[in-house]
Protein backbone atom coordinates (compact mmCIF):
# COMPACT_ATOMS: atom_id res chain seq x y z
CA UNK A 1 0.00 0.00 0.00
CA UNK A 2 1.20 4.05 -0.91
CA UNK A 3 2.80 5.14 1.93
CA UNK A 4 0.86 8.05 2.28
CA UNK A 5 -2.47 6.24 2.56
CA UNK A 6 -1.13 4.45 5.25
CA UNK A 7 -0.23 7.12 6.97
CA UNK A 8 -3.45 8.46 6.55
CA UNK A 9 -5.46 5.23 7.87
CA UNK A 10 -2.81 5.17 10.78
CA UNK A 11 -4.31 9.12 11.92
CA UNK A 12 -7.97 7.92 11.22
CA UNK A 13 -7.62 5.03 13.63
CA UNK A 14 -6.07 7.04 16.02
CA UNK A 15 -8.63 9.72 15.81
CA UNK A 16 -6.42 12.53 14.73
CA UNK A 17 -8.91 13.55 12.10
CA UNK A 18 -7.74 17.19 12.52
CA UNK A 19 -4.49 16.07 11.16
CA UNK A 20 -5.51 13.84 8.88
CA UNK A 21 -7.31 16.54 6.98
CA UNK A 22 -4.23 18.94 7.05
CA UNK A 23 -2.08 15.59 6.03
CA UNK A 24 -4.28 14.79 2.78
CA UNK A 25 -4.82 18.74 1.85
CA UNK A 26 -0.47 19.07 1.66
CA UNK A 27 -0.70 15.18 -0.49
CA UNK A 28 -3.36 16.27 -2.87
CA UNK A 29 -1.15 19.10 -3.72
CA UNK A 30 1.52 17.04 -4.44
CA UNK A 31 -0.82 14.93 -6.65
CA UNK A 32 -4.64 15.76 -6.83
CA UNK A 33 -5.55 12.64 -8.89
CA UNK A 34 -5.79 10.45 -5.78
CA UNK A 35 -9.39 8.57 -5.79
CA UNK A 36 -8.32 6.64 -2.31
CA UNK A 37 -6.85 10.05 -0.88
CA UNK A 38 -10.12 12.32 -1.46
CA UNK A 39 -12.65 9.32 -0.12
CA UNK A 40 -10.51 9.03 3.16
CA UNK A 41 -9.96 13.07 3.27
CA UNK A 42 -14.29 12.67 3.20
CA UNK A 43 -14.55 10.23 5.85
CA UNK A 44 -12.47 12.73 8.14
CA UNK A 45 -14.36 15.66 7.15
CA UNK A 46 -17.37 12.97 7.64
CA UNK A 47 -16.85 12.24 11.05
CA UNK A 48 -16.14 16.10 11.54
CA UNK A 49 -19.51 16.36 10.70
CA UNK A 50 -18.34 18.86 8.41
CA UNK A 51 -21.14 16.91 5.52
CA UNK A 52 -20.30 19.49 2.99
CA UNK A 53 -16.73 19.14 2.47
CA UNK A 54 -16.76 15.22 2.89
CA UNK A 55 -19.73 15.52 0.15
CA UNK A 56 -16.84 17.42 -2.31
CA UNK A 57 -14.37 14.95 -1.36
CA UNK A 58 -16.83 11.71 -1.85
CA UNK A 59 -17.65 13.17 -5.39
CA UNK A 60 -14.35 14.27 -6.09
CA UNK A 61 -12.73 10.87 -5.69
CA UNK A 62 -15.79 9.31 -7.86
CA UNK A 63 -15.05 11.71 -10.54
CA UNK A 64 -11.12 10.64 -10.88
CA UNK A 65 -11.86 6.69 -10.07
CA UNK A 66 -15.73 5.74 -10.93
CA UNK A 67 -15.20 2.66 -10.45
CA UNK A 68 -14.34 2.51 -7.18
CA UNK A 69 -16.95 1.56 -5.05
CA UNK A 70 -16.17 3.33 -0.95
CA UNK A 71 -17.24 6.78 -2.20
CA UNK A 72 -20.25 5.55 -3.25
CA UNK A 73 -20.83 3.79 0.12
CA UNK A 74 -19.89 6.70 1.96
CA UNK A 75 -22.10 9.49 -0.43
CA UNK A 76 -25.02 6.93 0.18
CA UNK A 77 -24.82 7.39 3.92
CA UNK A 78 -24.80 11.21 4.35
CA UNK A 79 -27.84 11.08 2.10
CA UNK A 80 -29.50 8.45 4.52
CA UNK A 81 -28.80 11.07 6.89
CA UNK A 82 -30.27 13.43 5.69
CA UNK A 83 -33.45 11.73 5.06
CA UNK A 84 -32.65 11.68 1.52
CA UNK A 85 -33.52 7.71 1.11
CA UNK A 86 -33.64 7.06 -2.79
CA UNK A 87 -30.45 9.06 -3.59
CA UNK A 88 -29.02 7.05 -0.83
CA UNK A 89 -30.51 3.57 -2.22
CA UNK A 90 -28.87 4.42 -5.41
CA UNK A 91 -25.90 5.12 -4.60
CA UNK A 92 -25.16 1.43 -2.40
CA UNK A 93 -26.85 -0.12 -5.15
CA UNK A 94 -24.13 1.39 -7.23
CA UNK A 95 -21.76 0.41 -4.79
CA UNK A 96 -22.35 -3.36 -4.79
CA UNK A 97 -23.03 -3.07 -8.51
CA UNK A 98 -18.81 -2.40 -8.28
CA UNK A 99 -18.10 -4.44 -5.35
CA UNK A 100 -20.50 -7.35 -5.24
CA UNK A 101 -19.44 -8.70 -1.83
CA UNK A 102 -19.42 -4.83 -0.37
CA UNK A 103 -20.72 -5.75 2.70
CA UNK A 104 -21.10 -2.50 4.64
CA UNK A 105 -23.09 -1.39 1.91
CA UNK A 106 -25.92 -4.07 2.18
CA UNK A 107 -25.44 -3.19 5.76
CA UNK A 108 -26.27 -0.07 5.42
CA UNK A 109 -29.00 -0.59 1.74
CA UNK A 110 -31.00 -2.88 4.37
CA UNK A 111 -31.48 0.28 7.11
CA UNK A 112 -32.74 2.03 3.94
CA UNK A 113 -35.23 -0.23 2.41
CA UNK A 114 -36.37 -0.72 6.31
CA UNK A 115 -36.92 3.32 6.46
CA UNK A 116 -38.73 2.92 3.36
CA UNK A 117 -40.92 0.57 5.21
CA UNK A 118 -39.60 -2.22 2.57
CA UNK A 119 -39.17 -4.94 4.88
CA UNK A 120 -39.25 -8.02 3.09
CA UNK A 121 -36.47 -5.92 0.36
CA UNK A 122 -34.42 -5.27 3.60
CA UNK A 123 -34.69 -8.27 5.00
CA UNK A 124 -33.57 -10.13 1.76
CA UNK A 125 -30.83 -7.42 1.41
CA UNK A 126 -29.56 -7.91 4.87
CA UNK A 127 -29.14 -11.90 4.33
CA UNK A 128 -27.67 -11.24 1.52
CA UNK A 129 -24.19 -9.41 2.67
CA UNK A 130 -24.20 -12.19 5.25
CA UNK A 131 -23.60 -14.48 3.46
CA UNK A 132 -20.54 -12.94 2.13
CA UNK A 133 -19.64 -13.07 6.08
CA UNK A 134 -22.21 -14.90 8.41
CA UNK A 135 -20.49 -13.44 11.52
CA UNK A 136 -20.43 -9.97 10.42
CA UNK A 137 -21.89 -8.38 13.64
CA UNK A 138 -23.42 -5.18 12.03
CA UNK A 139 -25.25 -7.48 9.70
CA UNK A 140 -26.70 -9.80 12.61
CA UNK A 141 -27.74 -6.25 14.48
CA UNK A 142 -29.65 -4.85 11.63
CA UNK A 143 -31.31 -7.53 10.88
CA UNK A 144 -32.79 -7.50 14.52
CA UNK A 145 -33.62 -4.16 14.28
CA UNK A 146 -35.79 -5.01 10.72
CA UNK A 147 -37.35 -7.85 13.17
CA UNK A 148 -38.15 -5.55 15.65
CA UNK A 149 -39.53 -3.24 13.00
CA UNK A 150 -42.22 -5.88 11.96
CA UNK A 151 -42.98 -6.75 15.46
CA UNK A 152 -41.13 -10.25 15.00
CA UNK A 153 -39.80 -10.11 18.37
CA UNK A 154 -38.57 -13.64 18.79
CA UNK A 155 -36.06 -13.48 15.75
CA UNK A 156 -35.11 -9.91 17.18
CA UNK A 157 -34.04 -11.08 20.06
CA UNK A 158 -32.17 -13.78 18.54
CA UNK A 159 -30.10 -11.33 15.91
CA UNK A 160 -29.50 -8.74 18.48
CA UNK A 161 -27.82 -11.74 20.87
CA UNK A 162 -26.06 -13.27 18.18
CA UNK A 163 -24.34 -9.25 16.90
CA UNK A 164 -23.68 -9.36 20.96
CA UNK A 165 -21.81 -12.47 21.11
CA UNK A 166 -19.74 -11.32 18.60
CA UNK A 167 -18.84 -8.03 20.32
CA UNK A 168 -19.92 -8.12 24.07
CA UNK A 169 -18.76 -4.77 24.92
CA UNK A 170 -20.35 -3.09 22.28
CA UNK A 171 -22.74 -0.96 24.20
CA UNK A 172 -24.39 0.30 21.26
CA UNK A 173 -25.57 -3.27 20.79
CA UNK A 174 -26.30 -4.08 24.58
CA UNK A 175 -28.18 -0.67 25.27
CA UNK A 176 -30.60 -1.65 22.17
CA UNK A 177 -30.98 -5.11 23.18
CA UNK A 178 -31.76 -3.71 27.00
CA UNK A 179 -34.45 -1.15 25.20
CA UNK A 180 -35.84 -3.78 23.25
CA UNK A 181 -36.41 -5.68 26.53
CA UNK A 182 -38.02 -2.82 28.32
CA UNK A 183 -40.67 -2.45 25.88
CA UNK A 184 -41.30 -6.14 26.29
CA UNK A 185 -41.77 -5.11 30.34
CA UNK A 186 -38.92 -7.53 30.78
CA UNK A 187 -36.88 -5.08 33.00
CA UNK A 188 -35.14 -7.37 35.38
CA UNK A 189 -33.32 -8.56 32.22
CA UNK A 190 -32.77 -5.04 31.22
CA UNK A 191 -31.44 -3.97 34.29
CA UNK A 192 -28.95 -6.41 34.16
CA UNK A 193 -27.33 -5.69 31.02
CA UNK A 194 -27.89 -1.73 31.64
CA UNK A 195 -25.55 -2.33 34.62
CA UNK A 196 -23.30 -4.12 32.78
CA UNK A 197 -22.68 -0.78 30.25
CA UNK A 198 -21.79 0.78 33.29
CA UNK A 199 -19.08 -2.42 33.81
CA UNK A 200 -17.70 -2.14 30.83
CA UNK A 201 -17.35 2.34 30.34
CA UNK A 202 -18.48 4.41 27.61
CA UNK A 203 -18.69 8.25 27.18
CA UNK A 204 -20.96 10.79 29.19
CA UNK A 205 -23.28 10.99 26.26
CA UNK A 206 -23.85 7.09 26.75
CA UNK A 207 -23.97 6.98 30.52
CA UNK A 208 -26.36 9.28 31.08
CA UNK A 209 -28.47 7.68 29.28
CA UNK A 210 -27.91 4.68 30.92
CA UNK A 211 -28.20 5.94 34.81
CA UNK A 212 -31.47 7.74 33.58
CA UNK A 213 -32.94 4.49 32.29
CA UNK A 214 -31.34 2.43 35.83
CA UNK A 215 -33.25 5.29 37.60
CA UNK A 216 -36.75 4.59 35.86
CA UNK A 217 -35.70 0.70 36.50
CA UNK A 218 -35.44 1.23 39.92
CA UNK A 219 -37.82 3.31 40.64
CA UNK A 220 -35.82 6.07 41.48
CA UNK A 221 -37.05 9.94 40.90
CA UNK A 222 -35.19 12.47 38.28
CA UNK A 223 -35.98 15.87 36.87
CA UNK A 224 -35.59 15.46 33.71
CA UNK A 225 -35.08 12.89 30.45
CA UNK A 226 -31.37 13.63 29.11
CA UNK A 227 -31.85 15.78 25.97
CA UNK A 228 -29.74 13.41 24.01
CA UNK A 229 -31.68 10.48 25.01
CA UNK A 230 -34.84 12.56 23.72
CA UNK A 231 -33.28 13.24 20.36
CA UNK A 232 -31.96 9.70 19.62
CA UNK A 233 -35.73 8.15 20.45
CA UNK A 234 -37.61 11.02 17.96
CA UNK A 235 -34.94 10.60 15.50
CA UNK A 236 -35.35 7.01 15.32
CA UNK A 237 -38.92 7.48 14.34
CA UNK A 238 -39.05 10.46 12.55
CA UNK A 239 -39.92 9.01 9.41
CA UNK A 240 -42.53 7.09 10.28
CA UNK A 241 -43.92 8.43 13.32
CA UNK A 242 -47.69 9.68 12.13
CA UNK A 243 -48.34 6.46 10.95
CA UNK A 244 -46.94 4.73 14.07
CA UNK A 245 -48.87 7.19 16.50
CA UNK A 246 -52.11 7.39 14.73
CA UNK A 247 -52.57 4.32 13.47
CA UNK A 248 -50.78 1.95 15.53
CA UNK A 249 -51.13 3.58 19.14
CA UNK A 250 -54.39 5.20 18.52
CA UNK A 251 -53.20 8.55 19.04
CA UNK A 252 -56.30 11.66 19.31
CA UNK A 253 -54.37 14.17 21.08
CA UNK A 254 -54.11 17.02 18.08
CA UNK A 255 -57.92 16.45 18.01
CA UNK A 256 -58.39 16.72 21.31
CA UNK A 257 -57.03 19.93 21.76
CA UNK A 258 -58.11 21.41 18.38
CA UNK A 259 -61.74 20.62 19.51
CA UNK A 260 -61.35 22.22 23.09
CA UNK A 261 -59.53 25.23 21.96
CA UNK A 262 -62.42 25.84 19.14
CA UNK A 263 -64.95 25.68 21.80
CA UNK A 264 -63.21 27.96 23.81
CA UNK A 265 -62.22 30.77 21.15
CA UNK A 266 -65.15 31.96 20.19
CA UNK A 267 -64.13 33.96 17.32
CA UNK A 268 -61.66 31.31 16.13
CA UNK A 269 -59.20 33.05 16.65
CA UNK A 270 -55.99 31.26 18.20
CA UNK A 271 -53.39 34.41 18.07
CA UNK A 272 -49.84 33.92 18.07
CA UNK A 273 -49.11 30.57 18.96
CA UNK A 274 -45.99 28.24 19.55
CA UNK A 275 -46.42 24.56 19.44
CA UNK A 276 -43.80 22.68 21.75
CA UNK A 277 -42.37 19.42 20.82
CA UNK A 278 -43.89 19.92 17.52
CA UNK A 279 -42.39 16.75 16.34
CA UNK A 280 -44.38 16.23 12.36
CA UNK A 281 -46.57 18.51 12.68
CA UNK A 282 -49.71 16.90 13.76
CA UNK A 283 -51.01 19.56 16.66
CA UNK A 284 -50.11 22.55 13.49
CA UNK A 285 -51.49 20.98 11.17
CA UNK A 286 -55.13 21.12 13.54
CA UNK A 287 -54.65 24.67 14.51
CA UNK A 288 -52.56 25.98 11.23
CA UNK A 289 -55.65 27.85 9.58
CA UNK A 290 -56.67 29.12 12.86
CA UNK A 291 -52.95 30.84 13.82
CA UNK A 292 -52.07 34.11 13.03
CA UNK A 293 -48.40 33.26 13.85
CA UNK A 294 -47.33 29.47 14.25
CA UNK A 295 -43.75 28.38 15.22
CA UNK A 296 -42.27 24.63 16.11
CA UNK A 297 -40.36 24.15 18.62
CA UNK A 298 -38.23 20.47 18.70
CA UNK A 299 -35.15 19.47 19.80
CA UNK A 300 -35.32 16.66 17.14
CA UNK A 301 -34.22 17.77 13.88
CA UNK A 302 -35.30 14.94 11.80
CA UNK A 303 -38.65 15.46 13.00
CA UNK A 304 -38.53 19.18 11.87
CA UNK A 305 -37.37 17.89 8.39
CA UNK A 306 -40.56 16.22 8.40
CA UNK A 307 -42.13 19.29 9.68
CA UNK A 308 -40.97 21.38 7.44
CA UNK A 309 -42.10 19.15 4.16
CA UNK A 310 -45.68 20.02 5.39
CA UNK A 311 -45.40 23.78 5.23
CA UNK A 312 -47.27 24.71 8.58
CA UNK A 313 -44.77 26.73 10.38
CA UNK A 314 -44.05 29.91 10.25
CA UNK A 315 -40.62 29.53 11.39
CA UNK A 316 -39.28 26.15 12.90
CA UNK A 317 -36.60 26.02 15.82
CA UNK A 318 -34.37 23.21 16.66
CA UNK A 319 -34.06 24.06 20.38
CA UNK A 320 -35.10 22.92 24.16
CA UNK A 321 -37.86 24.53 25.80
CA UNK A 322 -35.89 25.85 28.42
CA UNK A 323 -33.45 27.73 26.17
CA UNK A 324 -36.24 28.97 23.66
CA UNK A 325 -37.99 30.59 27.10
CA UNK A 326 -34.90 32.21 28.45
CA UNK A 327 -33.79 33.62 25.08
CA UNK A 328 -36.50 34.12 22.70
CA UNK A 329 -39.17 37.41 23.28
CA UNK A 330 -42.18 35.88 24.56
CA UNK A 331 -45.78 37.45 22.70
CA UNK A 332 -47.65 34.29 22.69
CA UNK A 333 -51.57 34.00 22.69
CA UNK A 334 -50.91 30.11 23.53
CA UNK A 335 -47.98 27.59 24.08
CA UNK A 336 -48.46 24.37 23.23
CA UNK A 337 -46.79 21.34 25.16
CA UNK A 338 -48.37 18.06 23.52
CA UNK A 339 -47.16 15.16 25.31
CA UNK A 340 -43.95 17.20 26.21
CA UNK A 341 -43.80 17.45 29.51
CA UNK A 342 -43.82 13.46 29.64
CA UNK A 343 -40.02 13.88 28.87
CA UNK A 344 -39.97 16.64 32.09
CA UNK A 345 -40.51 15.80 35.36
CA UNK A 346 -39.84 18.93 37.17
CA UNK A 347 -42.16 21.74 35.69
CA UNK A 348 -41.59 24.94 38.10
CA UNK A 349 -39.16 26.56 35.67
CA UNK A 350 -41.13 26.20 32.87
CA UNK A 351 -43.91 28.01 34.52
CA UNK A 352 -41.98 30.54 36.10
CA UNK A 353 -39.88 31.49 32.96
CA UNK A 354 -43.77 32.05 30.75
CA UNK A 355 -45.14 34.04 34.03
CA UNK A 356 -41.79 35.92 34.01
CA UNK A 357 -41.57 36.61 30.23
CA UNK A 358 -44.83 36.56 27.92
CA UNK A 359 -45.90 39.79 27.36
CA UNK A 360 -49.30 39.17 26.95
CA UNK A 361 -52.50 37.35 28.21
CA UNK A 362 -52.60 33.67 27.12
CA UNK A 363 -52.95 30.52 28.31
CA UNK A 364 -50.84 27.30 28.76
CA UNK A 365 -51.91 24.03 26.60
CA UNK A 366 -50.90 20.47 27.87
CA UNK A 367 -51.25 16.93 28.31
CA UNK A 368 -49.62 14.61 30.76
CA UNK A 369 -49.53 11.26 31.87
CA UNK A 370 -51.36 11.12 35.37
CA UNK A 371 -50.58 9.55 38.66
CA UNK A 372 -52.65 9.32 41.74
CA UNK A 373 -50.16 10.47 44.76
CA UNK A 374 -47.06 11.78 43.59
CA UNK A 375 -45.69 15.58 42.18
CA UNK A 376 -43.82 13.84 38.89
CA UNK A 377 -42.86 9.96 38.93
CA UNK A 378 -40.36 8.65 36.01
CA UNK A 379 -42.30 5.32 35.71
CA UNK A 380 -40.30 2.32 33.84
CA UNK A 381 -41.51 3.49 30.37
CA UNK A 382 -38.97 6.04 31.30
CA UNK A 383 -41.79 8.78 31.18
CA UNK A 384 -42.94 10.97 34.08
CA UNK A 385 -46.30 11.02 35.07
CA UNK A 386 -47.49 14.01 37.16
CA UNK A 387 -50.21 14.52 39.77
CA UNK A 388 -53.30 16.68 39.27
CA UNK A 389 -52.64 17.83 43.07
CA UNK A 390 -49.07 19.11 41.52
CA UNK A 391 -50.45 20.79 38.51
CA UNK A 392 -52.92 22.51 40.21
CA UNK A 393 -50.30 23.56 43.28
CA UNK A 394 -47.75 25.09 40.22
CA UNK A 395 -50.75 26.86 39.11
CA UNK A 396 -51.35 28.89 42.15
CA UNK A 397 -48.03 29.15 43.11
CA UNK A 398 -47.77 31.29 39.53
CA UNK A 399 -51.24 33.09 40.14
CA UNK A 400 -52.60 30.77 37.20
CA UNK A 401 -56.03 29.70 36.78
CA UNK A 402 -57.23 26.01 35.40
CA UNK A 403 -59.68 26.39 33.04
CA UNK A 404 -59.80 23.29 32.27
CA UNK A 405 -58.79 19.64 33.49
CA UNK A 406 -60.09 16.75 31.45
CA UNK A 407 -59.24 12.95 31.69
CA UNK A 408 -58.26 11.64 28.61
CA UNK A 409 -57.06 8.32 27.29
CA UNK A 410 -53.27 9.52 25.66
CA UNK A 411 -52.37 6.52 23.64
CA UNK A 412 -52.17 2.95 23.45
CA UNK A 413 -48.95 0.69 25.07
CA UNK A 414 -49.23 -3.01 25.26
CA UNK A 415 -52.56 -3.11 24.23
CA UNK A 416 -53.89 -0.66 27.11
CA UNK A 417 -54.51 2.63 27.27
CA UNK A 418 -52.66 5.19 29.38
CA UNK A 419 -54.18 7.62 31.49
CA UNK A 420 -54.10 10.99 31.50
CA UNK A 421 -55.06 14.71 31.00
CA UNK A 422 -55.53 17.68 28.95
CA UNK A 423 -55.08 20.96 30.83
CA UNK A 424 -55.61 24.59 30.00
CA UNK A 425 -54.38 26.87 32.37
CA UNK A 426 -54.61 30.67 31.76
CA UNK A 427 -51.89 33.08 32.84
Known sequence: MDHKIQHLINLYNKG???????????FIKEDNKNFIIWNILGAAYKILNDLSHAHEAFEKSIEIEPKFSDPYNNLGIIFFEQGKLIKALELFETAIK???N??????????????????????KTLKKGLTFDNKNKQILFNIGIVYQEIKDLENAEIFFN?????????????????NFLISSKRYDEALILLKRIIQIGTNTTNINKVNFWIKALEGKNTKTVPIKHIQDIFDKYAKNFDVSLVNDLQYNVPELIFDKLLEIKKDKNFGNVVDFGCGTGLVGEKIKDYCSLLIGVDISKKMLFEAKKKNIYNKLLNIDIITFLENEKLN????IFADVFIYVGELK?????IKSK???????????ELNENKDY?????GRFSHSQKYIENLASMNSFKISHFQQIQLRKESEEFIKGALVIIDF
Open 358 to 368: NKIYGSLVFTI
Open 98 to 100: LKP
Open 332 to 335: YNLL
Open 102 to 123: YIDAYSNMGLVLKDMSLFDKAL
Open 377 to 381: FLEKS
Open 16 to 26: LFNDLISEAKR
Open 162 to 178: QAIELDPKNVDYIFRLS
Open 349 to 353: KIFQL
